[in-house]
């Protein structure tokens, strides 16, 4: 079964930053779309970022353009989420999850969580002065 484990999150001031990690097991990384999403109290979850392998893409949602990053090493089977100038209404429980079919990619509805059925417990980033 495939497994799912983030780390990371935390209380961070805004303007400061923080890196998010995930690390997937039984699964190898370079042949699937990967994400993350996140989730804030009384909102629905949301997609944030996602690499696709199959077509080389990446999606960032629009409020974090030119703030997070997303990457993949493929030697640890890790997926990182490098976000910058974090602003309050970035906080949110972060989640990665994995499309495993890549259906996300072909429907071209990128990093849309009803295609990711792995997910990991979640992390929490709280964004606060």
């Known amino acids: 079964q495939l497994q799912l484990v983030e780390s990371g999150g935390g209380l961070v001031q805004p303007g400061g930053s923080l890196r998010l990690s995930c690390v997937v097991s039984r699964l190898t990384l370079d042949y699937y779309v990967i994400g993350w999403f996140r989730q804030a109290p009384g909102k629905e979850r949301e997609g944030v970022s996602c690499i696709s392998k199959i077509d080389g893409s990446t999606y960032y949602q629009d409020s974090v353009k030119g703030r997070f990053t997303i990457s993949r090493d493929g030697s640890s089977n890790t997926l990182h989420l490098q976000m910058n100038n974090l602003k309050p209404e970035d906080t949110a429980v972060y989640y990665c999850?994995?499309?495993?079919?890549?259906?996300?990619?072909?429907?071209?509805?990128?990093?849309?969580?009803?295609?990711?059925?792995?997910w990991g417990q979640g992390t929490q980033v709280t964004v606060s002065s």
């Open positions: 999850a994995v499309d495993p079919f890549g259906a996300s990619t072909y429907s071209g509805r990128h990093c849309v969580d009803i295609y990711f059925s792995s």
